[in-house]
C-alpha cells in the first residue's frame, strides 16, 4: 500500500541528493530534474576557529515536494574503523 501523502524519495535517490549536498554542489532533484532544492537548515560559511555540530538536514525538492534528511556529523570520529569510507 504505502504511504499516503509523504513523499520521499527512493533510497538511491535521497543517497545521490545527500552525496551532492556533502559534496558542496548544485542539488538536482533526481526524481524530476527540479534545480530548487530548500536545505534546512541552511548552509553557512564555514569558520576554522568555531567546531561542526551534529544537526539534521532537511532537503526538500520545491517542484515536486519530495524529501530526504539526514544527519551530518560534527568532527566526532567514526564509531568503528571499519565505517570510514577514507580508509578503504
Do not use: F, N, W
Not at 7 to 36: F, M, N, Q
Not at 63 to 69: N, Q
Amino acid at each position: 500500500m504505502g504511504r499516503r501523502g509523504i513523499k520521499e524519495y527512493r533510497a538511491p535517490e535521497a543517497l545521490a541528493l545527500i552525496a551532492a549536498d556533502r559534496e558542496h554542489t548544485p542539488l538536482v532533484c533526481p526524481s524530476c530534474g527540479g534545480r530548487k532544492i530548500l536545505r534546512v537548515p541552511r548552509r553557512r560559511i564555514s569558520q576554522p576557529d568555531v567546531a561542526p555540530t551534529t544537526e539534521r538536514i532537511s532537503l526538500t525538492c520545491q517542484t515536486c515536494g519530495r524529501h530526504a534528511s539526514y544527519t551530518e556529523r560534527g568532527a566526532e570520529p567514526p564509531r568503528d574503523s571499519t565505517m570510514d569510507p577514507r580508509t578503504a
